[in-house]
């Protein structure tokens, strides 16, 4: 295996945490945000977290799952092959892994509108698949 070009792992990772976080602020700023004020006003979801920096703990999250995401994809494409089909088939299947099962949880068991797990699932699962497309696509070796 060659050696890790560590400044291109972070590039990947900062530019795919990016379009993460655009995309998460895409799905809850706009496309969810008045099923928010709405499911607030009927008591359904709290008008405040209850974690006072929440926003920041969800970023950051991101930001570290695309790290995690970045690492998966460097040490799989020894087997699949470096490119685009391996890392939009790991983002596809991690992604799914991540987002699937709790919002489908949700959507079972916690009385809110299902438009809320659909469209967290997409969030995550979405985008898991464009941090790991951004940063593979980033990626050279050193």
Do not use: C
């Given at each position: 295996?060659?050696?890790?070009?560590?400044?291109?792992?972070?590039?990947g990772?900062?530019?795919g945490?990016?379009?993460?976080?655009?995309?998460s602020?895409?799905?809850?700023?706009l496309?969810?945000?008045?099923?928010?004020?709405t499911?607030?006003?009927a008591g359904?979801?709290?008008?405040?977290?209850?974690?006072?920096?929440?926003?920041?703990?969800?970023?950051?999250?991101i930001?570290?799952f695309?790290y995690?995401?970045?690492?998966?994809y460097?040490?799989?494409?020894e087997t699949?092959g470096?490119?685009?089909?391996?890392a939009?088939?790991?983002g596809?299947l991690?992604g799914f892994?991540?987002?699937?099962?709790?919002?489908?949880s949700?959507?079972?068991?916690?009385?809110?509108?299902?438009?809320?797990?659909?469209?967290?699932?997409l969030?995550l699962?979405v985008g898991?698949?464009?941090?790991?497309f951004i940063s593979?696509?980033?990626?050279?070796?050193?």
């Open positions: 295996m060659a050696a890790v070009n560590k400044k291109r792992v972070a590039l990772v900062l530019l945490g990016l379009a993460w976080g655009i995309w602020m895409v799905v809850n700023g496309i969810l945000a008045s099923h928010y004020a499911a607030q006003e359904q979801l709290l008008k405040a977290p209850r974690y006072p920096l929440f926003l920041v703990y969800w970023f950051l999250g930001f570290i695309t995690i995401l970045t690492w998966i460097l040490s799989l494409r699949l470096p490119g685009p089909k391996t939009l088939r790991m596809f991690v892994t991540i987002a699937f099962p709790v919002n489908l949700v959507a079972s068991w916690v009385p809110i509108d299902r438009v809320f797990p659909m469209w967290w699932m969030d699962w898991a698949v464009l941090a790991t593979a696509a980033l990626y050279k070796d050193a």
